[in-house]
């Protein structure tokens, strides 16, 4: 069976997520205990007309699963089934944001929300890294959301899915060794040269209204948007599972990030079929 962990930051849209799998007829459950997962999985899988998935929501507060993931996912695996992980995330304005219009009080109580978002990142860490899929709902609706993950589904039976990671950085720290496709955002307008607009990153709208408001932004997303319609297909053709396309700037905090945002959001809406990751490398370091 394939054994689909749903997980991420609290407010991030796990439970969203969830009930998108329900709605394709998928088995769900949520914040199962740990000690159970193993008997559900073996019952499941000798029950007739067993599910071909199962779904588990896991959060912070399964610190038991947390703590042995990698010994739970090895006996999973011996077992002959496969795992894998969808980790939701945003940024953490957006979090408390969600926190405060819902009045929903974090899964980690005793902690205010700053402390507790933080100790959530350090704890979910390792499911982080592990992930098959990240996904950032900053910019999503719920209902973009679910798009996201019935495309997910849909992508789950090609037989050749590729996962496209677009990741902005700084050229002054390097460019990623990772990246198999790199494009130099320099010559866009630099909002570091602007006071109100240096503290800030691509990911504030003010940033990014400021980057993608010239002319030559405009004009170089419209090409890489252009260049990855035209290539994606085709570096599946050839049977690649990864790519990364890096765009960088000079801090890698406002340009390459804005760029890199406009790109996620073209490749979300446009080339749904595709496994979308964004990563901003250097985002949070400070000049």
């Known amino acids: 069976m394939r054994i689909i962990i749903v997980t991420g930051l609290s407010g991030s849209g796990k439970s969203t997520a969830i009930h998108a799998y329900e709605d394709r007829g998928f088995f769900c459950i949520d ?45 999973i695996r011996e077992a002959g089934h496969t795992i894998e992980i969808l980790y939701l ?30 100790l959530e990142k350090e704890l979910l860490a390792p499911l982080r890294a592990a992930a098959t899929t990240v996904l950032d709902t900053s910019e999503m609706t719920i ?42 955002a320099r010559f866009l307008p630099n909002p570091y040269f ?7 990153t691509g990911l504030d709208q ?22 990855l319609r035209f290539s994606l297909p085709l570096y599946e053709k050839e049977g690649k599972a990864y790519l990364t396309v890096a765009v960088g700037c ?5 340009r390459s990030v804005a760029a890199v945002r406009a790109l996620g959001e073209f490749v979300g809406r446009e080339l749904p079929r595709y496994a979308l990751s964004l990563r901003h490398r250097d985002k949070d370091k400070k000049s």
């Open 31 to 75: 914040n199962l205990p740990v000690v159970m997962i193993p008997g559900l999985i073996e019952a499941a899988s000798k029950s007739a007309g067993a599910p071909q998935a199962i779904v588990l929501g896991i959060d912070a507060r399964e610190r038991t699963f947390l703590s042995e993931f990698q010994r739970v996912a090895e006996t």
């Open 89 to 118: 995330e945003a940024r953490d304005d957006v979090l408390i944001r969600r926190f405060s219009e819902t009045r929903r009080r974090h899964p980690l109580h005793g902690l205010d929300i700053g402390r507790a978002l933080a």
């Open 143 to 184: 209902h973009d959301l679910k798009k996201q993950i019935h495309a997910l589904i849909d992508r789950s039976s090609d037989a050749s899915p590729l996962t496209v990671t677009l990741m902005s950085f700084g050229f002054k720290y390097g460019v990623p060794l990772e990246a198999d496709l790199v494009f130099d």
């Open 194 to 200: 602007v006071p109100a607009l240096n503290p800030l």
């Open 206 to 227: 003010d940033v990014y209204d400021y980057v993608m408001s010239a002319p030559e932004a405009a004009e170089l997303v419209g090409r890489l948007e252009d260049f």
């Open 250 to 254: 000079t801090g890698g905090r406002h």
